[in-house]
């Protein structure tokens, strides 16, 4: 229809979405036809680029969902099977915040997201904080074996205000997730970089935390340079979904790369003699305790998980 309007979903709640467009935010809801049949996930989400006729000022009617080139999302048990909830639709990037210390960093963690951006094949990037707690050498000690594998890696502190610009660069333009434990200091990177952007990012995420998915409101908060960032509190509850173990070996950058010079197809890369990634392991090529997240993730027995 020639009198359609493209625009972007910046927040959703209770069937209504507010869209951003040429002509400003327009207040939306989703035509009738695009909510008939059975629903097995959402139908529109934060980040979904849509089709919208004009209804009268300020509002209007969403025609058509464009296809998403990513998305992050989680799988919601309801009485008819398992529902898929979008956290948020067509990101450009992920932004993973831990610190370095207070609280210990929680690798573990990392690497579980890590292997879920790989699976959804978004790009991401690491921001190890609080160096002025531990220094410079200290933080990169935990944090480079990231950088070795290809994650950039931001190190930042807000009293030092130390990294800020560079990880501001690297925001402006771009629509980026950002996740991490309780206590890294997102809140005051993102405050540091844009003033009150972290008491909004808190504040939609206490919303978040508190409600549920359909009721709660998800929001894309502009930078003033241009781009968005959206707080998802609900990756902490995701997981690799439909998958066998095997594709976990994918998910693993340096592992992947081991795994092209393994001599057995059933290797368990656990035991057997001239596996490629045990050897790998050995020629500090894989950092072991990434090794031991990769085994957990294809749920190998506790007992059979060897160390290094």
Not at 2 to 25: H, K, L, M, P
Not at 108 to 115: C, E, G, S, V
Not at 156 to 180: C, D, E, M, N, Y
Not at 258 to 276: I, M, N, V, Y
Request: with cysteine.
């Amino acid at each position: 229809m020639s009198d359609e309007i493209r625009g972007r979903i910046v927040q959703a709640q209770s069937g209504f979405y507010n869209v951003e467009t040429d002509q400003g935010i327009l207040v939306c809801q989703l035509r009738g036809r695009l909510k008939k049949g059975r629903k097995l996930g959402d139908i529109a989400a934060i980040g979904d680029w849509v089709r919208i006729t004009l209804q009268e000022p300020g509002k209007g009617m969403i025609e058509e969902v464009e296809p998403r080139s990513t998305m992050l999302y989680r799988m919601a048990p309801t009485p008819r099977g398992e529902y898929q909830q979008i956290i948020i639709a067509n990101p450009d990037q992920a932004v993973f915040v831990f610190s370095v210390q207070e609280p210990e960093p929680r690798l573990r963690m990392l690497d579980r997201f890590l292997a879920i951006t790989e699976k959804e094949k978004i790009e991401s990037f690491i921001v190890a904080n609080k160096i002025d707690l531990s220094g410079r050498r200290q933080a990169q000690i935990l944090f480079q074996r990231y950088q070795k594998i290809g994650y950039p890696v931001f190190y930042t502190s807000v009293p030092k205000k130390i990294g800020l610009r560079a990880l501001h660069k690297q925001l402006i333009g771009r629509t980026s997730v950002f996740a991490g434990p309780s206590g890294a200091g997102k809140s005051s990177l993102l405050n540091a970089i844009q003033p009150g952007l972290g008491l909004a990012v808190k504040e939609v995420s206490e919303a978040t935390n508190k409600g549920k998915h359909t009721t709660v409101s998800r929001k894309l908060l502009p930078l003033e340079e241009g781009g968005y960032v959206a707080d998802t509190p609900g990756l902490k509850a995701l997981d690799l979904w439909d998958i066998t173990p095997e594709e976990v070996d994918g998910y693993f950058r340096e592992i992947s790369q081991a795994l092209k010079h393994c001599r057995f197809s059933d290797c368990t890369h656990t035991h057997e003699p001239g596996c490629a990634v045990i050897e790998a392991i050995k020629k500090k090529k894989i950092h072991p305790e990434r090794y031991q997240s990769y085994l957990r993730m294809r749920e190998v027995e506790e007992d059979k998980i060897p160390w290094f």
